[in-house]
C-alpha cells in the first residue's frame, strides 16, 4: 500500500479533530446553559485526543511528533475541511456544524474499523463509542429545538443552510481515493457521504426543519489541501501560543 497515501488520510482525520476540538474548547465558560457548557468542553476534549491518535499514527510512519505536528504548521500546511475552521457563532450554528460533523465522522469511523490497514481500524474501532455519544446529544437537540419555538426554528433553518456548503466540502476526495478503496483501506468519500445524507435526513424529518436540494448546492473545496478560510490562521496562532513560547518544554 502505497504510504503516502494511508498519511493522506491519517491527516485529513486528524487535522478535522484537532481544528474542531478547539473550536468546541471556545464553548467553555459561554455555553447557553451549564449542560451545554460541560457537554460541549467534555466532546472538545474527545475531538483533541482523538487527534493525537490519528498524529500518533502519523509519527509511526515517520511524521513528526504529534506536538510538532499540531503546532507548528501554518493554515496551508492543514488537511481539514473548512466547515470546522469557521468561527462558532452563535449557538444555533454550533450546534448546527456539530449535528452535520459528527453524523459524518461516526460513519468514517464505523467504516473505518473495517479497514484493511489494521493500525487505522484498531483506532476507529475505539473511538466510534466515544463518537456516538456525540452523535446522540447533537440528533437529540436538534430533533427538540428543531420542533420548539419560531425563533428556534428558524434560527437553526438559517444556519443549516448556512453550514451546508461547508458540510459538503468534508467529502472532498483524496488524491488517492480510488488506490484507498481498491486496497480496502477506506470505502471512500462517496460511500461515506451517501449514508450520511440518510442519516441527517431521518433527524430532519422529526422536525420542523427542511434539508435543502444538495444537488443546488455547490461544496466548498479546497480545505483537505491547504486552501482555506481566513479564519484557520489565527486560530493556530491561538492553539500554538503557548507552546511557541519553549518548544522544548515537557508538560
Do not use: C
Not at 53 to 77: K, M, S
Not at 137 to 146: C, E, Q, R
Amino acid at each position: 500500500m502505497n504510504e503516502q497515501a494511508i498519511k493522506d488520510l491519517l491527516y485529513k482525520l486528524a487535522d478535522d479533530q484537532l481544528i474542531l476540538g478547539h473550536r468546541n474548547s471556545e464553548w467553555t465558560g459561554f455555553g447557553p446553559i451549564l449542560e451545554e457548557d460541560i457537554a460541549f468542553s467534555s466532546m472538545a476534549q474527545d475531538k483533541i485526543g482523538h487527534s493525537l491518535a490519528f498524529y500518533t499514527l502519523l509519527q509511526e510512519l515517520g511524521e513528526a511528533e504529534p506536538d510538532t505536528v499540531a503546532f507548528t504548521r501554518n493554515a496551508n500546511q492543514f488537511h481539514n475541511s473548512q466547515l470546522v475552521e469557521l468561527p462558532n457563532g452563535e449557538y444555533d450554528f454550533s450546534l448546527i456544524r456539530h449535528f452535520l460533523y459528527d453524523n459524518a465522522e461516526i460513519i468514517r469511523f464505523e467504516m473505518l474499523s473495517q479497514s484493511s490497514y489494521e493500525p487505522i481500524a484498531k483506532v476507529a474501532t475505539k473511538l466510534k463509542g466515544e463518537v456516538k455519544y456525540h452523535v446522540l446529544h447533537a440528533n437529540t437537540w436538534i430533533k427538540n429545538l428543531g420542533t420548539s419555538t419560531e425563533e428556534a426554528i428558524l434560527r437553526l433553518q438559517s444556519s443549516l443552510n448556512e453550514a451546508l456548503p461547508y458540510a459538503l466540502g468534508m467529502f472532498e476526495k483524496s488524491k488517492f481515493e480510488q488506490e484507498l478503496i481498491d486496497a480496502g483501506v477506506y470505502a471512500g468519500e462517496e460511500a461515506v457521504k451517501a449514508e450520511w445524507l440518510k442519516r441527517i435526513t431521518a433527524v430532519i424529518e422529526k422536525t420542523d426543519l427542511k434539508l435543502p436540494d444538495l444537488e443546488s448546492i455547490k461544496p466548498k473545496f479546497g480545505g483537505r489541501y491547504g486552501e482555506h478560510t481566513e479564519h484557520l490562521q489565527p486560530l493556530l496562532d491561538e492553539m500554538a501560543e503557548v507552546f511557541k513560547i519553549d518548544p522544548t518544554a515537557e508538560w
